[in-house]
């Protein structure tokens, strides 16, 4: 799991408190249909608030940039490249070293030399569905200060940053999404102190980072997805900096995550992999019902197991946490590894080994 920019790792939790929804528009919606060989992106910027734009069937070689409320933007089988050219926008210049992102979802961003990116408002409602964005240098999908923003029925396809990379947002629904082979998280949200995310029915496979990231995020729903040869099926992170609970992660089908991310000792960042689910100085999360099975520590990380809890990176303590119904298998070097801290509540999970001993059904 490669460094974050230092935009991502610490000052874009600053926004959140800055960000004001704008209303919707009024004004009556209008449809525009790209054809192969024309450009979304003109489309796009013809486009008011509230319109929906169709895209035929085809490969477009462009990155896109939405900055207006509403926008509906609907593909049928389009694949989305790199071009020789990008289009420069927000997404592009908050990356790591200024690399491409595929789509980019902002609100209005105001950038410095000296501090960390404002935004006066959201980009609210935008909805894009049956988009493959495939091997873009920086992240396939990048929303920045979005409100009930939806990413549905797309596939992020080896870009060499995260599939998707949801910051300083509220309302983020992943659904029915395939993040594969990506060079860092197949999901991220963070930096969002009020997320109220849903990453559901979706698959993360084969990335270099968790299946889905959960950084300095509070409230969510992680249901119903398959989470598999990533370095972690899903993780929720706090105290880097800022607090991360109050998510259900339930239902989820987590195996084999066993990809070696080696981590940055430049930066501190600790290697991970063999990691099913862990939660790390999280509060009142919910992990129920989950089969996770074969996460093992072939490789170096900061810890290894089916379902591992542990205090945050600042000693926050697991909180109010409850471990329920889940079915753990083949884990090594343990089904349920918790360090004693905080108060972390186990119920009828069934497995073999825990530590400390007991935590089995």
């Known amino acids: 799991m490669r460094s974050m920019h230092p935009f991502r790792a610490a000052a874009l939790v ?85 690399k491409t992102v595929g789509i980019c979802v902002h609100g209005n961003v105001t950038t410095s030399t000296t501090g960390p990116p404002t935004a006066t408002t959201s980009v609210s409602k935008v909805k894009i569905s049956g988009f493959t964005v495939k091997a873009f240098d920086g992240d396939g999908v990048f929303i920045f200060g979005g409100s009930k923003v939806t990413l549905s029925d797309s596939r992020l396809l080896s870009n060499g940053g995260y599939g998707t990379f949801a910051n300083t947002s509220s309302g983020t629904h992943f659904l029915r999404d395939t993040s594969r082979n990506n060079g860092d998280a197949g999901f991220y949200i963070g930096d969002s102190p009020k997320a109220n995310a849903v990453v559901r029915n979706s698959i993360s496979r084969g990335n270099h980072g968790p299946g889905v990231f959960m950084r300095d995020a509070v409230t969510g729903l992680v249901e119903n997805n398959t989470l598999t040869g990533n370095c972690a099926g ?28 080696p981590g940055d000792p430049t930066s501190g960042q600790a290697a991970i992999s063999g990691l099913g689910i862990a939660l790390s100085g999280a509060t009142d999360t919910l992990v129920q019902g989950n089969t996770v099975t074969g996460n093992t520590d072939a490789h170096p ?61």
């Open 14 to 98: 600053a926004m959140a408190s800055a960000l004001v929804v704008a209303a919707p528009a009024a004004a009556k919606s209008h449809t525009h249909v790209v054809h192969k060989g024309q450009s979304i992106q003109a489309a796009i910027n013809a486009a008011k608030a509230g319109d929906t734009i169709k895209v035929d069937k085809g490969t477009y070689t462009e990155n896109l940039d939405i900055s207006k409320n509403g926008i509906k933007l609907q593909g049928s089988n389009v694949t989305l490249t790199k071009p020789a050219t990008a289009l420069p926008n927000v997404c592009t210049q908050l990356n790591d070293s200024g």
């Open 234 to 261: 899903a993780f929720v992170l706090a105290d880097a900096p800022g607090p991360a609970g109050k998510w259900k992660i339930r239902s989820n089908k987590v195996t084999n995550n066993n990809n070696a991310c």
């Open 301 to 361: 990380s900061v810890a290894t197991g089916g379902i591992v809890i542990r205090k945050g990176l600042g000693g926050t303590a697991p909180t109010g946490d409850t471990v329920k119904g889940n079915t753990l298998k083949k884990n090594k070097p343990f089904d349920i590894d918790w360090d004693g801290s905080g108060s972390v509540l186990f119920k009828n999970n069934t497995c073999t080994a825990s530590k400390p001993s007991g935590l089995c059904h």
